[in-house]
């Protein structure tokens, strides 16, 4: 993959990030925008597995992430 890929996922990681905290943080709450972030979840999960740490600013930037993903979805299933 060329950087301007690996760049370009790690920018798709940060956006869905923000998508699914604007339905964690309670400013939207619709029944539609959970599975949605649902759905946006299972999709960085798979995208965090591909893209490489280096272009993310480091391991523990990867590792936060892959955190941030866990307890998102435990959240998430709190809304079911």
Request: hydrophobic share 40%.
């Amino acid at each position: 993959m060329s950087p301007q890929d690996e760049l370009a996922k790690v920018q798709n990681l940060y956006l869905m990030q923000m998508d699914v905290w604007k339905v964690l943080d309670g400013r939207i709450r619709s029944p539609q925008k959970v599975e949605e972030a649902r759905k946006c979840i299972r999709q960085f999960k798979k995208l965090l597995k591909e893209v490489d740490w280096k272009y993310m600013g480091g391991e523990d930037v990867y590792i936060e992430l892959k955190q941030m993903a866990e307890e998102a979805d435990v959240k998430l299933k709190k809304y079911s």
